[in-house]
């Protein structure tokens, strides 16, 4: 059975720092790997996508992730944080791409000026 | 193009009550997907539909939860009756295999409290 960890419930970075957030995932074929954004009081909006090719895949709002086979990983990184961007964030994984995705518990980010 | 939509965006009810969320997916989109949100928790799969065949509702708690979505369009999600773990907030997805993108769109939820 599919399932994702994100270990970090909670993170506090300063506007203008770097930020990782930590993602693995037990699947046993490779799998389709998701960031998803969830703002206070709104829906999901996707950040990010693997599927195939280029481990370094690029997303909205300046973001990326990098799929580590051997790690089983898929952590989402960003090199400069903004305050817009404190908000729930949501790794997902599935079997395809039109199947339904196993999220993990989220991670919490807040920032600080 | 419009997104997801989802009514109501809020909800109270007592338990026993009944109740009901809509959701109206993207244009043209065949999978659609409903999962509850729990509050500190990620999504979680209710029910998944491809146009109006339902393809998994594994995860569906049958003795109270039902959905449906006629004309392969609209889908509603019915609770009934509600307990009070029922509280969360219920997210409507669609997703299209013929953009290729593997993107599931969703909408802005229904909250449910259950009082």
């Known amino acids: 059975a599919q399932s994702v960890t994100q270990p970090d419930i909670h993170i506090t970075v300063s506007e203008g720092a770097s930020l990782e957030l930590r993602c693995n995932y037990s699947?046993?074929?490779?799998?389709?790997l998701f960031w998803y954004v969830q703002s206070p009081g709104q829906g999901l909006q996707l950040l990010l996508k693997y599927f195939s090719g280029d481990t370094l895949v690029q997303g909205i709002k300046g973001f990326e992730a990098e799929f580590k086979r051997s790690q089983s990983s898929f952590n989402l990184r960003k090199p400069s944080v903004h305050w817009s961007d404190a908000a729930e964030y949501f790794c997902a994984v599935g079997a395809t791409g039109n199947t339904p995705l196993v999220f993990g518990k989220g991670t919490r980010l807040s920032v600080i000026a | 193009e419009a997104g997801v939509a989802q009514s109501p965006r809020y909800k109270i009810i007592e338990k026993r009550q009944s109740v009901a969320f809509w959701c109206n997916p993207i244009s043209g989109h065949a999978t659609l997907y409903w999962y509850q949100q729990i509050l500190g928790q990620g999504p979680k799969l209710l029910i998944q539909f491809q146009n109006n065949g339902v393809v998994d509702d594994s995860q569906l708690p049958k003795d109270r939860f039902s959905a449906e979505r006629l004309k392969g369009v609209d889908s509603t999600l019915k609770i009934q009756p509600a307990k009070l773990e029922d509280s969360a907030v219920y997210l409507c997805a669609s997703s299209s295999i013929r953009t290729g993108t593997y993107e599931q769109y969703f909408g802005p939820g229904t909250r449910l409290t259950v009082t």
């Open positions: 699947y046993g074929a490779t799998p389709y």
